[in-house]
């Protein structure tokens, strides 16, 4: 298990390196390639009273690929790897789309965490690129500009995504100095979840992880931020969880968890669906 390819999405605003400098690093720590992705979508035309108005003219679309053009010459200042080991990839299109499609050539996706409230679509929709791509995605917080990953916290659960995690981690997780796994279950699956954080301690070991485990119970504090508060406590810079969601009339709806990390969480998250 490796890391030959990273993917970065670039907002065409974006003036801070944040999840590019993430990115860079992660792409030197496994000698990995480095591809910018970056999209703005068209407004197409539309129809009043019986005349087709377009909405984007062409001086606008000049505009567009001349920030986009400008946004390559920064991403590959930003990055400052070898030319044949950086690629930049643009288009007229909805970001989130535009992201989802190009991450086949990706191992990794990162992307720089923004509210879930902004739907513009100028803007990508990283959570929502996360439940569609089939990639593990890296999402950074803001003013988060490096990664260590020397300790990780993984939120078990034991289910497809979490399982899928895992397994896309492992890169990660087979560097650090310290992983720690953690399931919250209710009271009744005490027994049932300590058996299934040994076995997934066991698998890892296996791999030569160096971790450890526990469980604790529901309480009254989310889940996400129980995770959150233990990442604190041992010094992790890592997150991993399945990312668990569905989309209904277009709206992409998050599980509790899912949404207290995506929120909250001051660190970066791997996250798989």
Known sequence: MSVASVMVY???????????????????????????????????????????????????????????????????????????TVEWRWALDDPTDFLVEQARAADLVVVKRRSQTARHTHFLDPAGAMLRMGRPTLSVPERVTELSGDRIVVGWKDTREARLAVRDA????????????????????????????????????????????EIRVHTSEPDGGYLVRLASEVGADLMVTGGYGHSRLGEWIFGGMTQTLLQQAPVCLLMSH
């Open 10 to 84: 670039v907002d065409s605003e974006q003036q801070e390196a944040g999840q590019v400098a993430v990115a860079e690093g992660v792409a030197i720590t496994f000698g990995a390639a480095i591809l910018g992705v970056s999209a703005v979508a068209v407004a197409p035309p539309f129809v009043a009273e019986g005349v087709i108005i377009e909405q984007t003219t062409e001086e606008d679309i000049k505009c567009i690929k001349a920030t986009l053009s400008a946004k390559e010459a920064w991403f590959k200042r930003v990055v400052g790897l070898p030319s044949d």
């Open 170 to 213: 492992m890169p990660f997780l087979t560097r650090a100095s310290q992983v720690t796994i953690a399931e919250i279950c209710a009271s009744s699956e005490q027994d049932a979840a300590r058996k299934r954080v040994r076995d997934v301690a066991g698998y890892l070991q296996r791999h030569g992880v160096q971790c450890q485990h």
